[in-house]
């Protein structure tokens, strides 16, 4: 369902790796006239193993502050709230997700190879939050185009009106792929879909790529250069799970920011 009109955007705050994450969501909540809301989890049980309770309290508190700081010097003029609560992470994050515009976590750090843990909170959000989930890289990305893999399934055509909403934001130039296997090119599939897109932000300029191979090694080699990559959280694909193949892949092994659109089944195609 649509977003309302004050919901903000949502940060998972485990540590200070993740102030990485707080400078993206804050240019993102910014940039979509949304207040940013950082979510930290205090676990009690680490905090009764410490010699006080106060230290371990204290320091969630620091983190707030500073995760806050961080915020303000992104964007002075950006409503931020800071919140510390008792749980899970991520099932603190997925229950958020119900009122939030767009979640935003980090990648955790942790890398096997060049790709992020299938069973990282990374993961478990965007195949289970009720609202886009935006994963971000510990480097920053460069200054490229907005990605967004399109298939002609409904879901990734919304998707696609993200991708628009979010390079019209950001004045950003937009470039639309679509990956096929052979004999199935028909590039006027992805430019059809893409224009009518198109006339809604006369401002964008976009680009169609119909590129023949595996659309997750596509878009994963295409986002090398982009600001942003954005994918349905499962395209055409309904026997598999909560996440397809391609939004796994640009998880997985993706280098720029990813932002995986679900929970807008209701949303106009405008992205507002």
Known sequence: MAAATDAAVLVGLGSERDLPVVRLAAQEAATHDRPLYLLHVFDWAAALEAESVAGPRADAEALISEAAAV????????????????GALVAGLIRRSETAFLVAVGDGG????????ADSPAV?????????VLVVRPEPPPQGPVLVGVDGSTSSQF???????CAARRKARL??????ESGTEDPGLLTGIVARCASRHPSVSAECHTIRGDP?????EQSRSAQVALVAARGDEPWRGMLGAVSQSLLYHSPAPVIVVRGVAEAPLDGA
Do not use: H, M, S, Y
């Open 159 to 165: 998707a696609l009106a993200w991708a628009f909403d």
């Open 124 to 132: 478990k959000l965007a195949a289970q939050a009720n609202c886009p």
């Open 71 to 86: 915020a303000g010097e992104v964007e002075p003029e950006l409503p931020v709230t800071g919140e510390i609560v008792e």
């Open 216 to 220: 997750g090694t596509i878009l994963v």
């Open 110 to 117: 942790v890398t096997c190879g060049d790709c992020v843990p």
């Open 175 to 180: 470039l639309a792929v679509r990956a096929v």
